[in-house]
């Protein structure tokens, strides 16, 4: 597999005259696509210790409601993002590891298509720490969402790309 570096492309959701537009995909090969996201959310010991212990809150269980949420988002993401195709996703999934006072979200998507998944990826691992934090803030309001990012993407046009560590 070939990994690609960031390019330096101009933005393809900009005309001529710098209007908004959604991209015209239509002359793009079909082509398997997936994409890899994590979020990392800051637990705090106390919060951490009770995931790792009982796995739920006065709302229910935790990280599988959160696993839910995160395959939600990932499907919705063109109705959250103005200029996402929407795409007829073959595959989501989310993990999520508890790691010390951390919890780490992955998640992937998988399309057959003219477009990339990188923002159902990207979505569905936000969803899924929005709603953990949303099931956990009757413990703590002190959570963090400390970062949401693109892991790996394959196929397109672009190429495959890798975060490097």
Known sequence: MKIM????NEFT?????DHP??????EKSVT??????????????ELAALLK???STKKGPVLQTAVIGGIQGAKRTSELIPMCHPLPLSGVNVDIELKGEYAFIQ????????????MEALTGASIAALTLYDM??????????ESVYLVEKTGGK???YRKKD
């Open 107 to 118: 998640a992937t998507a998988k399309t057959t298509g003219r477009t990339g998944v990188e």
């Open 136 to 145: 956990c803030k009757s413990v703590t309001k002190s959570m963090e969402i």
């Open 5 to 8: 570096p960031d390019s330096k």
């Open 158 to 160: 672009s190429g495959n």
């Open 21 to 26: 537009r959604m991209v015209d995909i239509s």
């Open 53 to 55: 212990d009982t796995g």
């Open 13 to 17: 959701h900009l005309s001529v005259n």
């Open 32 to 45: 398997e696509r997936k994409a890899v996201a994590v979020a990392r959310v800051h637990l705090g010991a």
